[in-house]
């Protein structure tokens, strides 16, 4: 959905408990390099991903934040 400063993510936001994700190089390859890209990419500039995450088939979609391991200690 978009890219917001590390700050806009508030501790009150954490609703649930986490979900961890990984790319599948059997699916798409290529897609840990570009995973990888992103996440560094969103260390260096401070940034949180903002994404749609549909997490079973007949459940209904949330939005979620993309925040590497790293920047939750800072």
């Not at 995973?35 to 903002?50: E, H, N, S, T």
């Amino acid at each position: 959905m978009g890219f917001k400063p590390r700050a806009a993510l508030k501790p009150y936001y954490n609703l649930k408990t986490s979900t961890f994700i990984y790319p599948d190089e059997t699916a798409i390859k290529g897609s840990t390099t570009a995973f990888a890209a992103l996440l560094d990419r969103m260390l260096a500039l401070d940034k949180i991903a903002i994404a749609r995450m549909t997490q079973r088939m007949n459940t209904a979609p949330r939005f979620v934040a993309l925040v590497r391991d790293s920047q939750l200690t800072a």
